[in-house]
Structures are given as structure tokens and as C-alpha cells.
């Protein structure tokens, strides 16, 4: 059974960091893409970042230089380490896992078979 598990969200102030963490269960995650994406409130889920199976790191453009995807898969984990947090990072974040993805589809969230249940990140002016 592939259990995707999401932590480390929480409340902070504009212009802080968080760091969260997917606990990966049930795949082996060098075999899969792992991405986050994330929600806000009355929004469409949208991509953040991408861990792609050649370890090749992708963001969306508007987050470039302020957040880092990371893997460890000794400890079956995905990270992303988000600084300088703006209010308009507020959302639900999501961890994802896809055998079998393009390019073209890293940020869609249709393209991922996995998902874990989100952790909520909340940021304050």
C-alpha cells in the first residue's frame, strides 16, 4: 500500500521558513518523480517543485530562489525547504509520486498517481 504522509506545515510571519517533510511508503522513490504542489483557498492546485527519476530538480518560475526539493531515500523522504515565505505562499501543500511522467506534465497534477493528504502552511503580514 503507497502511503504519501506530509509535516512540517504550520504559521508563520512574512519573510520565515518552514521545511516539509513527505514520508514515502510502499514505492521505492528513485524509481518515481516526487513533486509538491500546493492549494489555496478557492484556487486550482498548482506545481511547486519536481524531483524527476535522473535526480534533476524543477520549479515553477514565480518560486525559483526561494524554495529547495530535496530527497533522502535512505530515510524514504521527500523535503522542501521554502524561505522567505510571502503571504501569498498560504496554501495547502501536497506531496505527489508518478511512475511515469513528461516533462511537459510536471507541474499537472492529472500526471501523478500517488498523493498524500496535504499539510497546511499559513503565512501572516
Known amino acids: 500500500q503507497v502511503q504519501l504522509v506530509e509535516s512540517g506545515g504550520g504559521s508563520v510571519q512574512s519573510g520565515g521558513s518552514l521545511r516539509l517533510s513527505c514520508a514515502v511508503r510502499g514505492i521505492d522513490m528513485r524509481r518515481y518523480s516526487m513533486a509538491w504542489f500546493r492549494q489555496a483557498p478557492g484556487k486550482e492546485r498548482e506545481g511547486v517543485a519536481v524531483?524527476?527519476?535522473?535526480?534533476?530538480?524543477h520549479y515553477v518560475d514565480s518560486l525559483k530562489g526561494r524554495f529547495t526539493i530535496s530527497q533522502d531515500n535512505d530515510k524514504k523522504t521527500l523535503y522542501l525547504q521554502m524561505n522567505d515565505l510571502k503571504p501569498e505562499d498560504t496554501a495547502m501543500y501536497y506531496c505527489?509520486?508518478?511512475?511515469?511522467?513528461?516533462?511537459?506534465?510536471?507541474?499537472?497534477?492529472?500526471?501523478?498517481?500517488?498523493w498524500g493528504q496535504g499539510t497546511e502552511v499559513s503565512v501572516s503580514s
Open positions: 505527489a509520486a508518478s511512475y511515469v511522467v513528461y516533462s511537459w506534465e510536471f507541474f499537472t497534477p492529472g500526471a501523478y498517481d500517488h
Open positions: 524531483f524527476d527519476t535522473d535526480y534533476r530538480k
